[in-house]
């Protein structure tokens, strides 16, 4: 069992920047695959970023290449996501998800544990 929470929503006006922040706790953290969603209202939740267990493999939606990353700090349990030059198309709910194998993987039913979200909004 891994429990996820995340922290580092806000507001923030488009062109800005936050840093999503996801602190695992439970079984073994360091050996699972890792990956951002976000669902914004009335869409389906979508893929934004995910990573294998030791972070040396990423991928991105095409959408957020070149502005969001990715990345772990498996000493201390966490997974982050740097988001820059934020658009209002940005705004949504974030998760966290944990996959249950090392792999990367980019579909939300590989991913078996997830936190509670954490709202972005980017204003104009």
């Known amino acids: 069992q891994v429990q996820l929470v995340e922290s580092g929503g806000g507001l923030v006006q488009a062109g800005g920047s936050l840093r999503l922040s996801c602190a695992a706790s439970g079984r073994t953290f360091s050996s699972n695959a890792m990956g951002w969603f976000r669902q914004a209202p009335g869409k389906e939740r979508e893929f934004v970023a995910g990573?294998?267990?030791?972070?040396?493999?990423?991928y991105y939606a095409d959408s957020v290449k070149g502005r969001f990353t990715i990345s772990r700090d498996n000493a201390k349990n966490t997974v982050y996501l740097q988001m820059n030059s934020l658009k209002s198309e940005d705004t949504a709910v974030y998760y966290c998800a944990a996959a249950t194998g090392t792999g990367l993987r980019v579909r939300p039913t590989s991913y078996g544990y997830w936190g509670q979200g954490t709202q972005v909004t980017v204003s104009l």
């Open positions: 990573m294998n267990w030791n972070g040396d493999t990423t």
